[in-house]
């Protein structure tokens, strides 16, 4: 669900990058008095799952699509939906600047989309009043829904968003019904992931969804544990399992294929597009996650599994920017906490 810039005119595109960025200096703020010593190095550590995770596209039976979680849900439920925000923000910063996914304009509302509703309305709203104490059924149940609720919402965004553009001629009507059905299906199966990952750490360190169990915690895991598993996990999803992939295009891409013929609008070379494709060229170090042009010479058989060096080489290299990226915000917010204090 990452939109390029040619779905988004200057206007809207701007308007979403300060909304963003006033979300990102209330959350900057909102994390700078809640951090503890556990808190910064989660944050690289889940950007960088999240991260290798967003690689990994699964097929939607019966449709020719795929879809791949956004991990916003991920994040808010085990950082708080201030950290996650901003974590979800490095690691769609990192793809659209390092590997071209995404565009720089639409950067903004990407960040709105796949970080403000699951971290922010989501989260508090559904999450939080299912899960109360958390029980096993309870996490499930939680995380499918607000999954797919968050998702949903992002997805009429991403509509909404090209509709007020006026820039891709596309109907209002027709992208929505397209749009809505498919992103159902993806945030079914986010919610399970979702559900998976969060029931694995809250069995392993049950003190992260529940902060007043941190004396009683004995489950002998860790946190060095288990952020070493979510980090293997992270190199597995990005070196290996990234093979295994669905070729299919996304829900976005689907979407469009069906409106336009073709996954994506073409870009123009001149104005905004132009603009923030020159500096992509200049920036992505492997663009749309493969080799430049001369680098390397790539191999494009269409067999399944698609065995792809640059793949796995963008998903490490990824992983390990988004790590460093999310870790130094969290480092940084905690350093000027205790400036603050001093």
């Not at 994040?75 to 974590?87: E, K, Q, S």
């Amino acid at each position: 669900m990452h939109m390029a810039d040619a779905l988004i005119s200057p206007a809207v595109g701007g308007t979403m990058w300060a909304a963003s960025a006033t979300l990102i200096a209330y959350s900057s703020k909102r994390v700078k008095g809640m951090l503890d010593d556990r808190m910064a190095p989660l944050m690289g550590v889940l950007g960088a799952f999240v991260f290798a995770a967003q690689m990994i596209n699964f097929t939607i039976p019966g449709t020719g699509s795929s879809g791949h979680i956004g991990g916003g849900m991920i994040l808010a439920i085990l950082l708080g939906p201030y950290a996650a925000f901003l974590t979800i923000a490095s690691v769609l910063f990192v793809q659209a600047l390092f590997f071209a996914d995404g565009g720089l304009l639409a950067l903004g509302c990407n960040i709105f989309n796949l970080g403000f509703f699951p971290a922010m309305v989501a989260y508090p709203l559904v999450y939080r009043s299912i899960a109360g104490k958390p029980t096993q059924r309870r996490i499930v149940l939680g995380s499918v829904l607000s999954a797919v609720i968050g998702l949903q919402l992002g997805a009429f965004c991403v509509v909404l968003q090209t509709s007020l553009s006026h820039v891709a001629a596309l109907s209002f009507t027709s992208f929505v019904l397209l749009m809505q059905p498919i992103h159902l299906a993806i945030g079914f199966v986010e919610g399970l992931v979702t559900a998976a990952v969060v029931l694995f750490t809250w069995k392993a360190r049950p003190e992260i969804l529940e902060p007043a169990r941190a004396e009683e915690s004995n489950t002998g895991y860790s946190m060095r544990r288990v952020s070493a598993v979510l980090v293997l996990t992270a190199i597995l999803l990005a070196g290996f399992v990234t093979w295994f992939a669905s070729s299919h295009p996304d829900g976005l891409e689907w979407a469009l294929s069906r409106l336009t013929g073709k996954e994506r609008v073409e870009a123009r070379d001149e104005g905004s597009d132009g603009f923030f494709a020159s500096i992509q060229d200049k920036t992505a170090l492997l663009p749309d996650y493969h080799f430049k042009e001369g680098q390397v010479e790539q191999e494009k058989s269409g067999e399944w599994p698609g065995v792809d060096p640059a793949n796995s080489a963008s998903g490490l290299i990824g992983g390990a920017m988004t790590l460093a990226m999310a870790l130094l915000i969290g480092l940084a917010l905690k350093k000027r906490k205790k400036r603050g204090q001093g």
